[in-house]
């Protein structure tokens, strides 16, 4: 191809992909860049409600205890996490201009990504802008480009939002039984059974620490798997004790809570070792 010939195809394609850019992005609104993407105070949002494809919705509500998922699970939130996508409300707007109605498709707004409601504020997530890969967000009938640092959040599933943490917080446990071993208080000490050696007293305290700080390397929905064994847990001035499954998956261990249908995943067994034993 002659070298005239060439440039103009690459104007071509230039001037193409400009006319392209401008279809995609409306006329938008004067405004500072750093205009946040709503006023509201994420410190006084009280319920948070997310729907997207993955999964049926699922909501979190702050509490005085912190944040619970109250549907489709009654169990601890993941308050960290919830905390980032607060993140949303103030990020940068970075553009602004109202939405073409007849054009919802090329912005991805026709088939959400997500809808967050954050109390009675709907937030929709679109597509990414072909170029600069912002997303594009739908607040009532405004369209929004912010930096696309959120759609994990929007579009992770219920289970990616409870808390890691097998108890509730402050808890204290007051007896572990597990099917070769059993540790449980007795007046002002721990006592081991079996303990045919006697062991230091400082490693049965530090067992039951390991178990009252344990944190889940992830949770998911229980699978349908029979649990292998059976194990309980009891708290000071709980009346039933937490009954969980235990199914192993290589170096790593699934504890299974049938009351609330969770799983959670540890990355080894160290727990179930008694004390004294192992790392």
Known sequence: ???????????????????????????????PATRPLTRLDPAAVQQITIHNGKAPRFILQRQAAGWQMTEPYRVAANG???EKLL????TPAIESFPLPADRL??????EPLAELTFDQTRIIFGG??????????????????????????????????????LF?????????????WRLYRQQQRWVLDPDPTGTDPSQLVQKVTD????????????????????????????????????IRQGSGILLINPVLGLAYRLDNDNLLKPPGEGP
């Open 87 to 90: 993140g949303l409300l103030t």
């Open 105 to 110: 498709a090329e912005f991805g707004l026709e």
């Open 128 to 165: 990414t802008h072909p170029y600069n890969h912002r997303r594009y967000l739908r607040i009532d009938d405004q369209l929004y480009l912010i930096k696309d640092i959120f759609p994990h959040h929007a579009t992770a599933r219920a289970e990616e939002f409870i808390s890691p943490n």
């Open 211 to 246: 178990w009252q700080q344990v944190q889940a390397g992830g949770v998911s929905r229980a699978p349908d798997t029979v649990p292998e064994q059976q194990l309980s847990i009891r708290l000071q001035n709980q009346p039933h004790p937490i009954r969980l499954g235990l």
């Open 168 to 180: 509730p917080p402050g808890a204290q446990i007051s007896e572990v039984n597990l099917p070769d």
């Open 80 to 82: 960290a996490r919830i």
């Open 1 to 31: 191809m002659r070298r005239a010939s060439l440039i103009n195809l690459l104007l071509l394609l230039l001037v193409g992909g400009l006319a392209l850019s401008v279809w995609l992005t409306p006329d938008r609104q004067d405004g």
